[in-house]
């Protein structure tokens, strides 16, 4: 618990971390599905199996519900991560609990698109090389639709989640710059 945090301060932090976290997760694989339904005629089995494919290639395109389900959990595992970061940066930089969340959560659906289009997917890319042994390639880009999905389904529920988290006295503290060295 952090200090000056009380018992009910930490259930509503971890509260809102939830519901931002999972609010951005089923958000987000809907849109990706219905996206993948009307551009390409993709059921939300192929896609979820496409998400599975950063870590398992190929091969997981071809898998059945198990792979599909793989990519589900690592689906919430990214959402997850986008959020604990969102909440750790909100706590230290007050322009991202104050400023107005229509403005907050488009930017950081922005940054989330921008660190898994060209830092995440890339990188999965050139580590599966290792243990698959093909060749890394370039995932390709997202695409504008996507784009526009992060920052609606993705930036906006995690911001929105986060910023119902109580401020406990240490995140005042060290927000203020006053924990710095």
Same mark, same amino acid.
């Given at each position: 618990?952090?200090?000056?945090? +009380?018992? /009910? !301060?930490?259930?509503?932090?971890?509260?809102?971390? $939830?519901?931002?976290?999972?609010? @951005?997760?089923?958000?987000?694989?809907?849109?990706? @599905?219905?996206?993948?339904?009307?551009?390409?005629?993709?059921?939300?089995g192929e896609v979820l199996k496409g998400v599975? /494919?950063?870590?398992?290639?190929?091969?997981?395109?071809?898998?059945?519900? #198990?792979?599909?389900?793989?990519?589900?959990?690592?689906?919430?595992?990214?959402? $997850?991560?986008a959020t604990l970061v969102f909440y750790a940066?909100?706590?230290?930089?007050?322009?991202?609990?104050?400023?107005?969340?229509?403005?907050?959560? %488009?930017?950081?659906?922005?940054?989330?698109?921008?660190?898994?289009? &060209? #830092?995440? $997917? %890339?990188?999965? +890319?050139?580590?599966? +090389?290792?243990?698959?042994?093909?060749?890394?390639?370039?995932?390709?880009?997202?695409?504008? %639709?996507?784009?526009?999905?992060?920052?609606? @389904?993705?930036? $906006?529920?995690?911001?929105?989640?986060?910023?119902?988290?109580?401020?406990?006295? !240490?995140?005042? &503290?060290?927000? /203020?710059?006053?924990?710095? /060295?």
């Amino acid at each position: 618990m952090a200090l000056g945090a +009380s018992p /009910s !301060s930490t259930r509503s932090v971890g509260q809102a971390i $939830l519901s931002g976290w999972l609010l @951005c997760g089923v958000l987000d694989i809907t849109a990706a @599905c219905l996206q993948g339904w009307i551009q390409a005629g993709r059921t939300p089995g192929e896609v979820l199996k496409g998400v599975a /494919s950063a870590l398992w290639g190929r091969a997981a395109l071809d898998g059945g519900a #198990g792979m599909a389900m793989i990519g589900l959990v690592m689906h919430f595992t990214v959402a $997850l991560t986008a959020t604990l970061v969102f909440y750790a940066l909100s706590r230290r930089l007050a322009l991202l609990r104050t400023a107005p969340l229509l403005v907050v959560g %488009p930017i950081y659906g922005v940054i989330v698109f921008g660190a898994m289009n &060209y #830092g995440t $997917l %890339p990188l999965l +890319s050139w580590l599966r +090389s290792f243990y698959l042994g093909t060749a890394p390639r370039w995932p390709g880009t997202m695409g504008w %639709p996507q784009l526009g999905i992060h920052m609606i @389904c993705v930036g $906006l529920p995690i911001a929105w989640g986060v910023r119902r988290a109580p401020m406990s006295r !240490s995140d005042v &503290y060290f927000a /203020s710059g006053s924990g710095r /060295s």
